[in-house]
């Protein structure tokens, strides 16, 4: 089973769409958890962090559910500019720092 | 804002050459991580570095790679004998502590291909 899986997409959807990503990880010792956004050829940057009681960043929720080792990100009116790659993303803090486990990404495009 | 930086931004080898990657990290951050991505696939974690030494790394970081901060603000990525699985792009990340939510900021990346 993969450390961190998600739909690779391409999720296409018209301006103005309510949007909605999941994903699931298997390690149950990772410590938090965050959505990147990744544009083509580009770093990954962070979008939010993701906390059990769930979180909202303007047009963005997040929630998740550690008993069902599930995360999910909620995009209201896309916009144009919302175009990327969502990277789903798992950390376990070591002695040294933390180490974040990727997923593959889920590509969303934005429309007219 | 303060930023990672990362040079070059793109390194053309041969094959079996060593390379340099390059990176300042943030100037108040402690703890550098590398990662790569290969064109096409996910971010990958290399290794993680405080306090001058490896905390830890991946099974992708062999003997092949070194990491080194030889002095106050860079941190480097080194690959002895390069192969051509290594072309991909290879980002730094820094962050100020090892918090579970603290954020670790990415640089732009260096795109390795390999000849």
């Known amino acids: 089973r993969k450390e961190v899986e998600q739909d690779p997409g391409p999720f296409n959807v018209p301006e103005g769409a309510t949007v909605a990503f999941n994903c699931t990880y298997s390690?149950?010792?990772?410590?938090?958890f965050f959505w990147y956004r990744q544009d083509c050829r580009k770093e990954p940057k962070l979008l939010m962090s993701?906390?059990?009681s769930g979180n909202e960043d303007g047009r963005f929720t997040a929630q998740l559910n550690r008993a069902s080792q599930y995360i999910s990100l909620l995009i209201r009116d896309s916009k144009l500019s919302d175009s990327a790659t969502y990277l789903c993303v798992v950390n376990k803090v070591t002695g040294g720092g933390n180490k974040l486990t990727f997923g593959t990404g889920t590509q969303l495009k934005v429309e007219l | 804002e303060p930023e990672v930086t990362q040079t070059p931004s793109h390194q053309v080898t041969q094959m079996g050459q060593e390379v340099i990657l390059r990176c300042v990290p943030i100037?108040?951050?402690?703890?550098f991580y590398w990662y790569r991505q290969i064109l096409g696939q996910k971010v990958e974690f290399l290794v993680s570095?405080?306090?001058?030494?490896?905390?830890?790394k991946s099974e992708i970081f062999d003997d092949q790679f070194s990491v080194e901060r030889p002095d106050g603000s860079n941190f480097t990525l080194k690959i002895r004998s390069t192969k051509l699985e290594d072309s991909a792009m290879y980002f730094c990340a820094s962050s100020e502590t090892r918090a579970a939510y603290n954020e670790q900021f990415f640089g732009p990346g260096t795109r390795l291909t390999v000849l």
């Open positions: 390690n149950s010792a990772s410590q938090s």
């Open positions: 570095f405080y306090n001058n030494e490896i905390s830890e």
């Open positions: 100037s108040n951050h402690l703890y």
């Open positions: 993701v906390y059990s």
